[in-house]
């Protein structure tokens, strides 16, 4: 059973359009949210975070949203560019901090030019 | 510059070889792990290791081996009984404890014929 959950494998969007990717979680011990991009043949990279205790977190172009009530994150990138496009994975962190974090199986993200 | 290393980045064996696969860090970083991602499964956890001498299984660890004798070191060995070995293999660690922020590797495309 998948405690972090990303629904939508894939996604295209307009080149300056908003990109809305999501992700839903099972696990109420999850205090801690993170974002990774990752292009074909490379390794992961940090994107962006978010702890339980905030409902949202912006860094430039990216923003996520957390609703702990519905257990359930975004990442929103506006605008959308072109350089964008690659899988995006949501990562959970668990509050005892004796597990690793428990990655979604990732949306992959088309931006059209 | 700090960093994980991975080599080599495409590996070719024949059905039945061990291989393994190397990872080395240098961020000084506890916590170190191995992934494999499949086309449409996301990343999978294979191993980790909090400390030296010590590791764990992941959700996939059948056919799989690692050793941790240095801080900076994790090798992964695929053995002969590991069914499915043709993957991407990705390595990561973090600092303090397991579910911490990963740094990825770049990673290692093996080829089992």
């Known amino acids: 059973d998948q405690q972090v959950k990303q629904n939508s494998p894939s996604l295209s969007v307009q080149e300056g359009r908003i990109s809305i990717l999501n992700c839903d979680y099972t696990?109420?011990?999850?205090?801690?949210f993170l974002w990774y991009k990752k292009y074909p043949a490379e390794g992961p990279t940090f994107l962006i975070s978010?702890?339980?205790?905030?409902d949202k977190n912006e860094d430039g172009r990216f923003t996520v949203f957390l609703n702990k009530s519905a257990k359930h994150l975004s990442l929103h990138i506006v605008p959308s560019q072109p350089g964008d496009s690659a899988v995006y994975f949501c990562?959970?962190?668990?509050?005892?901090?004796?597990?690793?974090?428990?990655f979604g199986k990732g949306t992959r993200l088309s931006v059209i030019a | 510059d700090g960093g994980i290393t991975q080599s080599p980045k495409y590996l070719f064996r024949k059905e039945g070889q061990n291989v393994t696969l190397s990872c080395e860090q240098n961020?000084?970083?506890?916590?170190m792990y191995w992934y494999r991602q499949d086309p449409g499964q996301g990343l999978r956890l294979i191993y980790y290791s909090q400390i030296v001498n010590d590791f764990q299984k992941g959700d996939i660890a059948e056919g799989y081996s690692v050793s941790r004798e240095k801080k900076e070191s994790f090798p992964l060995t695929v053995t002969s009984a590991q069914k499915n070995p043709t993957a991407f293999y990705l390595c990561?660690?973090?600092?303090?404890?397991?579910?911490?922020?990963?740094?990825f590797g770049p990673g290692t495309r093996l080829t089992v014929t």
């Open positions: 978010i702890s339980s205790i905030k």
């Open positions: 696990n109420s011990m999850f205090d801690y």
């Open positions: 990561a660690s973090s600092p303090g404890q397991v579910n911490y922020e990963q740094y």
């Open positions: 990562a959970a962190r668990e509050r005892s901090g004796n597990t690793p974090l428990v």
């Open positions: 961020l000084n970083h506890d916590a």
